[in-house]
């Protein structure tokens, strides 16, 4: 009975300890940049859920990059808030997919773990994307 117990509460305590965070896609946000997410670079940890909102029009998520073992979603809809629980530590390379030129990219940090830096780092980035990347993994 002692370790049903044990195992019930770690659970329910790991459960309810997951946080939850709003991202937003953005025209422009209030340090300048233009066509970008509210956070280039978010930290989270393994059970947190973060949703991205769309508050200007024609923008999108799409991962490009993750862990190892990690099954990559298909890419959100066009001006659709979508919402992803982080399972699996590591770094996530995601895009704006029509402004992923101009650099709308950005990285979630899960569980502080950057063991993966490498693969996210050969990841496909074009146009301004390629040195926002560079600038963003240099960051880690």
């Given amino acids: 009975m002692k370790y049903i117990t044990i195992i019930f509460l770690a659970f329910f305590t ?12 953005l025209n422009k946000r209030t340090d300048g940049q233009r066509m970008v997410f509210s956070e280039d670079i978010k930290h989270v940890e393994v059970g947190d859920t973060i949703t991205w909102l769309p508050t200007t029009k024609n923008h999108n998520v799409h991962f490009l990059a993750g862990p190892e073992s990690w099954d990559m979603p298909k890419p959100s809809r066009i001006n659709k ?20 030129s101009v650099g709308m990219i950005a990285l979630v940090v899960v ?5 993966n830096i490498d693969v996210i780092a050969e990841a496909k980035a074009v146009g301004k994307g390629k040195k926002k990347l560079k600038q963003l993994l240099e960051q880690l």
């Fill in 14 to 25: 790991t459960q309810s300890l997951a946080d939850s965070f709003v991202l937003e896609m």
């Fill in 81 to 100: 808030e979508y919402s992803y629980t982080f399972e699996i530590p590591g770094i996530y390379y995601y895009q704006c997919t029509p402004h992923d």
């Fill in 111 to 115: 569980g502080g773990d950057t063991s």
